[in-house]
């Protein structure tokens, strides 16, 4: 049967090689299964978790695994906010959009979020710190929605959605306006349309939008997790994990993600 | 009257500022008419002109001027290329375009542009330099046409022209490409229908997109300006100007632009 790729953290069992013993704890890519054998090699990403920093396994791979290089790299290396910007985070309550806002709130900007349903526009406002946030499914208008939540215009926007809300957030762009372009979750499925943007608002604005991997930062994630640790060690951050358990359970979490039942990051824990 | 502005060159015949005397070649904003007065200062954006460089007075408001500047600006600095990177210039032959590509060639890039008639392809090709060139209205699909001319990938594509041409290039550009958002000639008349670029694309790819308008590069005109004079004088730029004769000619000229009529620079002669 063929192995299915995840990122994932697990403990050594055995090990022939030097570098991995009994014991250690690894993330990186592994499968979704059991057990997994892997042998050491620049391509698998493995690397070796330090166990006396005193997380929970599972922040490994969400504010200190993926999510969070996703949320910093995009923020701090794409978008270079400034303190006093204005940040626009869509998908707000998602695994990266629930730490940019948070990341922002903490380089000094003004954060409005939004999400698909109360209680994570509760959840932006009450235990993340954003400084406003609104359900786009109350909005007809999306446009005059984002002009009233930003009178001033938009810096920074962090985009996770794609289709009418890039174009809301463009319409509503100060100049010089940086767009991170992380994700698309109402283009992934085909389901939503896709964005038309206004080259013109581009131009006349001098937009620019850049689309990253957090793996091109994969130089500095050692760097990017001291940052995030120390800030999660200091209460400065929430970590929002949403946990099913058993591999059973990993056609559901996938099919969550994109009917936006998660808050924070989707996990699975297999053992 | 109104006075209509338009970027111009002229000479002085009266002035009651020491910073300018009669003789004075300035170029800046001035009006759609035979004498125009004006008060120097900053907002003015007039400059007085070297006459002892010995150019003809059109250089100095096009390869000298808005649109040498605005070429120079958008390609090496939005664009920056590398010597053998594959560059898609649009509106080819047109006044920005036709600098581009010439430009670009300079840098020690593969030049492709595309332009909507025979006659603009053959000048792209045996006067401008490029390595190739295209005529857009003869291709049916224009993905495949930039596969065909780009077989491995464009690395920088200057867009002038927004629309299908956008999402062609979009799906033809390599990892880490890049797309200065110059002009949306399509777009602007609301005549051609917008782009939809495909996110997952500028994700994966990591693409760039940026806008941008060459007064942003003001403080930098004169640096820019000696660069491509030297190059213009050692005749490594070929200056394409298209003139009309008379006041009367402006309707006619500024329409031409929209139908694509111009070769180069569009200009209007008044004395």
Same mark, same amino acid.
């Given at each position: 049967m063929k192995r299915i790729p995840s990122y994932a953290a697990g403990e050594v069992v055995? *090990?022939?090689?030097?570098?991995y013993a009994a014991g250690d704890v690894v993330v990186g890519v592994?499968?979704?299964? =059991?057990y997994t054998l892997f042998k050491p *090699?620049?391509?698998?990403?493995m690397s070796k978790v $330090?166990?006396?920093?005193?997380?929970?396994?599972s922040h490994h791979i969400s504010v200190l695994g993926t999510s969070g290089m996703t949320a910093y790299s995009g923020l701090f290396?794409? /978008?270079?906010p400034a303190k006093g910007e204005k940040v626009f985070v869509s998908a707000a309550s998602g695994s990266v959009g629930s730490l940019v806002g948070q990341f922002a709130k903490l380089a000094g900007c003004y954060v409005v979020g939004c999400a698909g349903t109360k209680a994570k526009v509760d959840l932006l406002k =009450?235990?993340?710190?954003? $400084?406003d946030a609104f359900n786009?499914?109350?909005?007809?208008d999306l446009k005059s929605a984002l002009k009233r939540y930003f009178p001033d215009g938009i810096d920074i926007y962090f985009e996770n959605v794609g289709g009418e809300m890039l174009e809301a957030a463009l319409a509503n762009m100060n100049t010089y306006g940086r767009v991170a372009? /992380?994700?698309s979750i109402s283009e992934y499925t085909g389901a939503g349309r896709r964005a038309v943007p206004d080259l013109l608002e581009v131009i006349y604005k001098r937009i620019t939008l850049r689309g990253f991997l957090s793996w091109d930062f994969l130089p500095r994630f050692a760097e990017f997790n001291a940052v995030i640790g120390d800030w999660v060690r200091q209460g400065k951050v929430q970590v929002m994990e949403d946990v099913s358990d058993g591999l059973e359970s990993v056609p559901s979490a996938f099919a969550e993600l994109f009917r936006g039942h998660n808050v924070g990051k989707k996990l699975v824990k297999l053992a």
């Open positions: 055995a *090990s022939a090689s030097p570098e592994l499968g979704w299964e =059991d *090699s620049p391509a698998v990403l $330090d166990a006396s920093a005193g997380f929970p396994l290396e794409v /978008c270079k =009450d235990k993340l710190g954003f $400084d786009y499914k109350e909005e007809p372009v /992380c994700g």
